[in-house]
């Protein structure tokens, strides 16, 4: 697996026949396509709620790269791979992502990477990149598999009879959230990870809910008011930590909060936001994406075992001396394809939104300055053009690709963005998946309790959770 952290998951490679690209994207500078009126009320009117549906909608009958609203509420949406690859090599300056519906805001704070832009955006992600090199990243896999143990060894302890079923999407989140809480801010922090949970959950679905609940107040009332109290609880934890590393530093160099307080790149209030970003920016995006990696490979004929073959000969017998390493992941290439092909078809959440702060060209269109641009890897990932079968899951079609091929990959493979303001975050979420998903195919063996897709719920999670039936191997 490629771990380099400055470019979004290089594709390994594909056996199956593709698909050339369609020419329908337009050459010249044009005007963006826009639906009747009436379209696109009933898009607009749906689009937080059913964003699924309603981006399939659009694209099925108005095409990939669409306009809809006018003025300041006017929105482009751009799914086509071709149209993103344009949208992610202008110069970030071109965009603005504190804009005007970043509702993100409120809980990662004015002086998030998520929320800043130009200079300030630099100097937040440079001081944040120390934190995910490439040394610390394999500095994190022994952690990732003993948090992965421990929750499997609970696991176990807690079923009934040697096979049951069990729903593990609350299983896989709470390991994600202690890997998470552990590479960032070390153990101390993970032993408060109920807590920092129930904090973050409750800003996540007030954000997350309908937008005309979240009318900016500042009254000390309601939701809102919740929200900032929980936030402020979050950073008075983080502050004693601050003040608890500057008196006495644990010398911890996988510490991602440690580094930032003994660089002093950043003033404590960044630091805070980074942390408040980083934890929220991790933790549901990569257990959403655990749900529908064991939904996807337990149901695939034959997948799971294979799975576990290749687990058995890379991992070492757990409680070994030998620790694992780089060269561990490297020998987990299903596992690798298996995240990456559940990626493509189920990336949390459904589209990236920026604003434009001039005019752009992307896929032969001109998207004048001040259009919102919803630019979504859900569409890029099921584009038929570029993905053979698209919604046929399976991971051997990131295997052999000629160059060609691995170019199409590339483009319409875009689950973690691209350009400057990729994730800072993409190979710890890539790592930690492909260990757990090796790790629990090594212990346990998963079958599907229903073989049927489940819907993806607004938030992208798999509807009715992640219920299978489990046997300890
Ligand atoms: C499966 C897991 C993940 C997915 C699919 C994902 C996806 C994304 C995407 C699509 C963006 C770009 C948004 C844009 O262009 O506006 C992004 C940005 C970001 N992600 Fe992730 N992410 C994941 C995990 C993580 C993790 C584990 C972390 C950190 C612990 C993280 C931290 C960030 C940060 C800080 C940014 C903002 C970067 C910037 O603006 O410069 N993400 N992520």
Redesign the pocket.
């Known amino acids: 697996m490629d771990v380099d952290s400055t470019e979004a998951g290089g594709m390994s490679v594909c056996a199956t026949p593709w698909a050339e690209p369609s020419d329908s994207v337009t050459t010249s500078d044009q005007p963006l396509p826009r639906p009747s009126l009436g379209a696109q009320l009933h898009y607009l009117r749906r689009l937080f709620t059913r964003p699924h549906q309603v981006l399939e909608e659009v694209n099925e009958l108005h095409g990939p790269v669409v306009v809809l609203g006018a003025g300041p509420a006017r929105l482009a949406i751009v799914g086509d791979p071709a149209a993103i690859t344009d949208l992610f090599a202008e110069p970030t300056g071109s965009f603005r992502?504190k804009h005007k519906v970043n509702v993100l805001a409120l809980w990662v704070g004015k002086d998030s990477?998520?929320t800043s832009d130009g200079a300030d955006?630099h100097r937040r992600?440079r001081a944040?990149q120390a934190g995910f090199s490439r040394r610390r990243l394999n500095g994190w896999i022994p952690m990732i598999l003993d948090a992965t143990d421990t929750t499997i060894d609970r696991l176990i302890a807690s079923l009934d009879e040697p096979a049951q079923t069990a729903d593990l999407y609350p299983v896989g989140r709470t390991l994600v959230l202690d890997i998470?809480l552990r590479a960032?801010c070390g153990p101390r922090l993970a032993h408060r990870a109920q807590e920092i949970d129930v904090l973050l959950q409750r800003g996540q679905d007030y954000i997350e809910g309908p937008a005309v609940r979240q009318f900016p107040h500042p009254f000390p009332m309601g939701r809102r008011h919740q929200v900032r109290q929980d936030r402020r609880a979050f950073d008075s934890i983080i502050d004693d930590e601050i003040a608890r590393l500057r008196t006495a530093p644990d010398g911890d160099e996988l510490n991602v909060l440690e580094t930032l307080v003994t660089d002093g790149e950043l003033t404590d209030a960044e630091i805070r936001d980074q942390m408040a970003?980083?934890i929220a920016?991790?933790y549901d995006?990569?257990s959403t994406?655990l749900a529908w990696v064991l939904l996807r490979a337990a149901a695939t004929p034959g997948l799971w075992d294979r799975l576990a073959s290749e687990a058995d000969l890379a991992l070492r017998e757990i409680g070994s001396a030998a620790a694992p390493d780089h060269t561990t992941l490297a020998a987990l290439d299903l596992a690798d394809r298996t995240v990456r092909e559940s990626?493509r078809l189920h990336?949390?959440?459904v589209f990236?939104?920026?604003e434009a702060v001039v005019d752009v060209t992307a896929g032969g269109y001109r998207i004048p300055r001040h259009t919102l641009i919803a630019w979504s890897?859900h569409l890029a990932g099921r584009d038929p053009a570029y993905w053979p079968d698209p919604l046929r899951f399976d991971p051997d079609r990131h295997l052999d690709l000629t160059p060609e091929q691995a170019a199409h990959a590339k483009a319409a493979w875009v689950?973690?963005?691209g350009g400057a303001?990729?994730?800072?975050?993409?190979a710890?979420?890539q790592i930690e998946?492909t260990l757990i998903v090796a790790r629990l195919a090594q212990r346990l063996h998963l079958a599907p309790v229903d073989t049927t897709v489940p819907q993806a719920t607004r938030r992208s999670r798999p509807e009715g959770g992640v219920p299978l039936h489990v046997t300890v191997r």
């Open positions: 992502w990477i998520l955006h992600r944040l998470v960032l970003t980083l920016a991790g995006t990569a994406t990626l990336p949390p959440g990236g939104v920026r890897f689950p973690f963005g303001r990729n994730c800072i975050g993409f710890l979420a998946l």
